[in-house]
């Protein structure tokens, strides 16, 4: 079964840091990979998603990359602003490509 | 922009009865998911949901739960006999195709008493 892995489980940061958030899966036959925000009591926000195929995206201030192979995937959020604060979850779709497995999170704090 | 709702936003049940949760997923949307988080652990998979039939669904996804998508708008979850542990919240999504990203709606905060 796959298991998602996120670490560090929770950071704080002076804003203005870079920093990167890192995701990693057991099971490498995985069909596409999206990380996620989620506010406190509030729903998921997609931020990016990476095809199996893919190395890496980009939005704004974010960039994922994935690594299949090795089973992992980072977010790099430069320039944090106490916006960024939110708790940041990878989902990785297995190879059935209809079931989606979630890592525990990692909590932000961007400090003003 | 469009997105995926919810309702309601909480819903408190007595112990084995039956709740319906609601969602409408974005219009031209295919794929339709439950997800669940139960409160400080991860969010879980609970289903899938295409062309009206059932795609996946997990292990947790036993025959108390049921899904429906009785008109061209929404998107039900049925569990048919509450059990405390059923106390979560509950997440709706939609994609457009199976390889496209998941939009997840505000959520159904379920509690059984």
């Known amino acids: 079964k796959q298991e998602v892995t996120q670490i560090p489980a929770a950071l704080s940061v002076p804003e203005g840091e870079n920093l990167v958030l890192n995701c990693s899966f057991t099971?490498?036959?995985?069909?596409?990979l999206q990380w996620f925000r989620q506010d406190p009591g509030k729903g998921l926000t997609s931020l990016l998603l990476?095809?199996?195929?893919?190395r890496e995206q980009t939005s704004g201030r974010l960039n994922a990359s994935l690594d299949k192979s090795s089973g992992r995937s980072t977010l790099y959020i430069a320039a944090s602003q106490p916006g960024d604060s939110a708790t940041y979850l990878c989902?990785?779709?297995?190879?059935?490509?209809?079931?989606?497995?979630f890592g525990s999170g990692t909590k932000l704090n961007v400090k003003p | 922009e469009p997105e995926v709702t919810q309702t309601p936003s909480h819903q408190v049940t007595q112990m084995g009865q039956e709740v319906i949760l609601r969602c409408v997923p974005i219009?031209?949307?295919?794929?339709f998911y439950w997800y669940r988080q139960i409160l400080g652990q991860k969010v879980e998979f609970l289903v899938s949901?295409?062309?009206?039939?059932?795609?996946?669904k997990s292990e947790i996804f036993d025959d108390q739960f049921s899904v429906e998508r009785p008109d061209g708008s929404n998107f039900t979850l049925k569990i048919r006999s509450t059990k405390l542990e059923d106390s979560a919240m509950y997440f709706c999504a939609s994609s457009v195709g199976a390889s496209d990203t998941q939009y997840f709606g505000p959520g159904t905060r379920l509690t059984v008493l």
């Open positions: 989902a990785v779709r297995g190879s059935n490509f209809n079931k989606f497995y």
């Open positions: 949901f295409y062309n009206n039939e059932i795609s996946e």
């Open positions: 099971d490498s036959a995985i069909y596409n």
């Open positions: 990476i095809q199996s195929s893919q």
């Open positions: 219009s031209n949307h295919l794929y």
